[in-house]
């Protein structure tokens, strides 16, 4: 059976265009105008994974993407948006997506980050992706437990602790901090990560995982106690507890 994609966005002529070319590369597509339509066909018919045009008229993608997750919905979200602020795109993460894409974008950037999504949510093969894609160092975990630098992560059950305080993180954030913590003390440069989250190295200019890494930090850090992700600057990232 082919994945199934959600489509959402106002834009005529940019939905018909990613309807048509996620179409071509194997996926089943529903294609909507509007979040209120996305959401009744998220509910009518639940797809693989969406894609969600921030900016819609009534409600946008980030409400969308706040109903699903307040609803328990753990589906995979990609967020297309136009906005290019570090601070946009942290909404859009804040708001319970995975991923974003931004406007002006390259289909086949898209392409990359879906196969990334739903390789961490099936073991289906998926369009484009080979047999059965990549495999990444995140999905064959040698035990539950991961425990590093004062973190604990749970693998089994997807919930992680700094001490005693449980840390709220998205799909995404999750498999950052466990591949920065399996490899604590060691720098991972931005390509390793990038084709250990993402199976696609978007290139030097992506702030891709700077705003992962950023949000992540806001999430981890406390007052008076150290930082835990370090930037080894032109290198990459490293957990450590200094």
């Not at 109903?67 to 601070?87: H, S, Y």
Request: proline letters at 5%; charged letters at 30%; a negative charge.
């Amino acid at each position: 059976m082919p994945q199934t994609v959600l489509l959402a966005e106002d834009d005529r002529a940019i939905r018909h265009a990613l309807e048509r070319a996620l179409t071509l590369e194997g996926y089943q597509v529903t294609a909507v105008a509007d979040g209120v339509e996305a959401l009744a066909q998220a509910h009518r018919n639940p797809p693989d994974v969406l894609v969600l045009d921030v900016m819609m008229p009534g409600i946008d993608g980030l409400q969308v993407c706040r109903v699903l997750r307040a609803e328990g919905d753990r589906t995979p979200i990609l967020m297309l948006t136009a906005l290019v602020e570090t601070a946009d795109r942290i909404a859009g993460l804040d708001a319970g997506a995975d991923d974003y894409v931004v406007k002006p974008f390259d289909v086949e950037e898209v392409f990359a980050r879906l196969r990334a999504l739903l390789r961490r949510t099936s073991a289906v093969p998926v369009p484009g992706g080979g047999a059965e894609g990549p495999v990444r160092e995140a999905q064959v975990p040698s035990d539950r437990q991961v425990e590093a630098a004062g973190l604990r992560m749970d693998l089994q059950a997807r919930r992680a602790w700094r001490g005693e305080r449980e840390l709220e993180l998205t799909r995404t954030e999750f498999e950052l901090l466990e591949l920065l913590a399996r490899n604590a003390g060691i720098v991972l440069d931005h390509s390793t990560i990038y084709d250990r989250i993402w199976g696609y190295d978007f290139g030097p200019g992506s702030k891709n995982l700077a705003v992962y890494v950023g949000y992540l930090r806001r999430k981890l850090d406390e007052p008076g106690a150290p930082q835990l992700i370090h930037t080894v600057r032109g290198v990459g990232y490293v957990l450590r507890e200094d």
